[in-house]
């Protein structure tokens, strides 16, 4: 428990946060890998050359500040943040050469407006906030190798099948080296997949979201390729052009807090852009093999028909089902964007929504779900990296 002393000082480092969140974060990360350059082979260092990382840790800094005093408004934050810190293999005793870089940077950029009364409230609430996560992804770490089939943080897997599904998603299947069964996953959950690209000095870790419904003896991703050119595209550009049937990658077990309530029996829309039907795409078979009388809608969006993967797939489970409906839009070919006429004529009434896609797309389906009076929980998102503030319009 922190004092209430502590919890003034805190509070009262809000308004500086908010202003200078994003410099502190931004030193912060630039000294640790300074004098920490192996943490390099963890990070995401697209995201940190566009500032996606520095961005999120920021808001949850401020985040953090603001709600000093009721921690456990920000636990669903913690938890997202926690199973990616599983997905990737953050241990324990990474945790107090955070802290040391973080008070630094603090110290760095406030100069002598850090005081040492500030300095070491922050150094009290980091270690009241670092335990937390430790203790939350001891458990992670603890259910991921007890369950049935499952390890503790990486294992090799074998590519077994390599599927062209449009002009720019591949699919990977991906089945164990040790050739034991895979534990169970939630429909909408990610895996990490960790390489070592030739050239490159550092290993690389993407996450990737399983793009079918589990069976038990196999993962399936399904890769965009980016642009080759962008630090973004090291991997995907690796695994479509490089990555063939017979070759070994290093797999997570799977993470994550987006997922369906398979328990439910209400109606249920999945509303995608671009890559993010992978997903869906496990929702939606999920649903198609275990309770295929329930209502369900699937809205896409894609640039063209050549960018949509998994057109047939979906129309083939679509039509398995007791009441399914399929709606996709391309862009490019004249049909417009997701907007509210089409999501009040599709969206099923009195359910659930699971968004995903690019960002700006997120912002506008979402905003509209809200102005249409959907209520805030009952609209589930996800990100592709790093979770940002998403700017919601609302009626």
Not at 375 to 389: D, L, N, R, S
């Amino acid at each position: 428990m922190l004092s209430q002393e502590t919890i003034d000082i805190i509070k009262s480092t809000v308004p500086v946060l908010e202003q200078h969140g994003k410099t502190i974060t931004t030193v912060f990360y630039k000294n640790m890998f300074n004098e920490h350059p192996e943490l390099l082979n963890i990070f995401n260092h697209a995201n940190q050359s566009q500032g996606r990382q520095q961005t999120a840790l920021a808001n949850t800094v401020y985040a953090a500040a603001a709600n000093i005093d009721n921690l456990g408004a920000i636990i669903p934050a913690v938890v997202q943040i926690a199973h990616k810190h599983r997905s990737l293999g953050i241990t324990a005793d990474q945790y107090p050469i955070v802290g040391y870089h973080l008070l630094g940077a603090i110290k760095e950029v406030l100069g002598d407006a850090a005081t040492p009364e500030i300095i070491a409230a922050w150094g009290e609430a980091y270690g009241v906030i670092a335990d937390a996560f430790i203790g939350i992804e001891k458990e992670m770490y603890d259910e991921a190798e007890q369950a049935d089939g499952g390890w503790r943080t990486f294992k090799d897997f074998t590519i077994v099948d390599k599927v062209e599904e449009s002009e720019v998603i591949t699919s990977f299947y991906l089945k164990p080296v040790d050739v034991q069964n895979l534990p169970s996953y939630k429909p909408g959950q990610y895996i990490t997949v960790k390489v070592q690209i030739p050239g490159e000095k550092y290993t690389l870790n993407r996450q990737y979201s399983l793009s079918q419904a589990e069976n038990g003896e196999q993962f399936r991703i399904s890769v965009k390729r980016e642009d080759e050119c962008e630090i973004n595209g090291k991997v995907s550009v690796y695994l479509h052009r490089q990555a063939n049937v017979g070759d070994t990658l290093e797999v997570s077990a799977p993470a994550g807090d987006f997922y369906l309530d398979t328990e439910s029996t209400t109606p249920v829309t999945l509303i995608s852009g671009g890559v993010g039907v992978t997903p869906m795409m496990a929702m939606f078979e999920t649903i198609a093999n275990t309770s295929p009388e329930r209502p369900v809608a699937f809205l896409h969006s894609a640039r063209t028909r050549k960018h949509q993967a998994f057109d047939t797939d979906i129309k083939r489970l679509a039509a398995s089902m007791k009441d399914a409906k399929y709606a996709v839009l391309y862009s490019e070919e004249g049909d417009g964007f997701i907007n509210r006429a089409f999501l009040e004529a599709n969206v099923l009434q009195g359910g659930d929504v699971y968004v995903c896609g690019p960002t700006a797309f997120m912002q506008v389906v979402i905003s509209e779900l809200y102005a249409m009076g959907m209520p805030k929980e009952k609209v589930h998102f996800e990100f592709f990296g790093p979770a940002v503030q998403l700017e919601l319009a609302h009626a």
